[in-house]
């Protein structure tokens, strides 16, 4: 199983990104799908996070701004970001629960994806 991210790069104040990320592999089953950040110095934080069912919840620095959708038949998340700040500024990771059938038992396990850097310039 591979978490594939993309869409970081370099932003004004104020612009816009869009993340994404694919899973892909032996899955049998996505529980949660969301993005981390880790800024330098700091510790990685949970930004957005999805159940398969649609609920959401964001960290309060985003919300407003941040809307995470999902598509369950690509196993795709996405992470629109709007008004951007500087403090957004981290290395965003992607992040999924998922479900692998082994010998007909199911077995769940964390998956990350590689970062991606998203810079938002002052």
């Known amino acids: 199983v591979q978490l594939q991210a993309s869409g970081g790069g370099l932003v004004q104040a104020g612009g816009s990104l869009r993340l994404s990320c694919a899973a892909s592999g032996s899955i049998f089953s996505i529980n949660v799908m969301g993005w981390y950040r880790q800024a330098p110095g700091r510790q990685r934080e949970l930004v957005a996070a999805?159940?398969?069912?649609?609920?959401?919840n964001y960290t309060d620095s985003v919300k407003g701004r941040f809307t995470l959708s999902r598509d369950n038949a690509k196993n795709m998340v996405y992470l629109q970001m709007n008004s951007l700040k500087p403090d957004d500024t981290a290395v965003y990771y992607c992040n999924a629960r998922i479900g692998t059938k082994t010998s007909g038992h199911l077995f769940w396990y964390n998956y990350w994806g590689q970062g991606t850097q998203v810079t938002v310039s002052s």
């Open positions: 999805i159940k398969s069912g649609g609920s959401t």
